[in-house]
Antibody
Framework: QVQLVEAGGGLVKPGGSLRLSCAASGFTFKDYYMSWIRQAPGKGLEWVSFISHRSSTIYYADSVKGRFTISRDNAKNSVYLQMNSLRADDTAVYYC????????????????WGQGTLVTVSS | EIVLTQSPATLSLSPGERATLSCRASQNVFNYLAWYQQIPGQAPRLLIYDASNRATGIPARFSGSGSGTDFTLTISSLEPEDFAVYYCQQRSTWPPLTFGGGTKVEIK
């Protein structure tokens, strides 16, 4: 079965950096586009970033553009989120999510999510 | 950016009752709308994609309808495990993908 396991969250000071990872199993990772989605404490869901299966297409939410970098390693079945210049409003649980469909069509529906990793930005 | 507005914010119902949740888009999203369920402390789960298609393993009591700007998620008869928060999400025009603010279905 599909499994997504995030890691790398923790407490970091404003202006600091963290690198999140998401290890995937149970499906042909290299065929699927992936996204990161976050949820601030007690709040709703916010899409953060997207990466195509070969890393040729990458998108970011305006709120993280220029500070976060998404990447993937298909040999390791993993997707990453490098977060720099962190701010208090980046505090959230970060989920990685798998596209429902493989390939490059009909993107934007997520049928599998990890359990999330909590990032807390505070001095 | 497409804004999704969900109503009501909270729905208080008893087990066995019918739940009707609404999601309104700020512009036409055709049928490119999904619904997710989130139980506290858990990750979201895809219930409905493309407005009316149940995802794998989702019980038949969940149904979605609508197109354009107005969408509805209906739970025909609430089970105890259905008390949760529900989010709609559009994939018509992105980036950014956007989610609604959520509707909490609570036990009356």
């Amino acid at each position: 079965q599909v499994q997504l396991v995030e890691a790398g969250g923790g407490l970091v000071k404003p202006g600091g950096s963290l690198r999140l990872s998401c290890a995937a199993s149970g499906f042909t990772f290299k065929d699927y586009y992936m996204s990161w989605i976050r949820q601030a404490p007690g709040k709703g869901l916010e899409w953060v970033s997207f990466i195509s299966h070969r890393s040729s297409t990458i998108y970011y939410a305006d709120s993280v553009k220029g500070r976060f970098t998404i990447s993937r390693d298909n040999a390791k079945n993993s997707v990453y989120l490098q977060m720099n210049s962190l701010r208090a409003d980046d505090t959230a649980v970060y989920y990685c999510a798998k596209e429902m469909r493989g390939g490059s069509y009909d993107l934007g529906s997520f049928d599998s999510w990890g359990q999330g990793t909590l990032v807390t930005v505070s001095s | 950016e497409i804004v999704l507005t969900q109503s009501p914010a909270t729905l208080s119902l008893s087990p066995g009752e019918r739940a009707t949740l609404s999601c309104r888009a700020s512009q036409n999203v055709f049928n490119y709308l999904a619904w997710y369920q989130q139980i506290p402390g858990q990750a979201p789960r895809l219930l409905i994609y493309d407005a009316s298609n149940r995802a794998t393993g989702i019980p038949a009591r969940f149904s979605g309808s609508g197109s354009g700007t107005d969408f509805t998620l209906t739970i025909s008869s609430l089970e105890p495990e259905d008390f949760a928060v529900y989010y709609c999400q559009q994939r018509s025009t992105w980036p950014p993908l956007t989610f609604g603010g959520g509707t909490k279905v609570e036990i009356k």
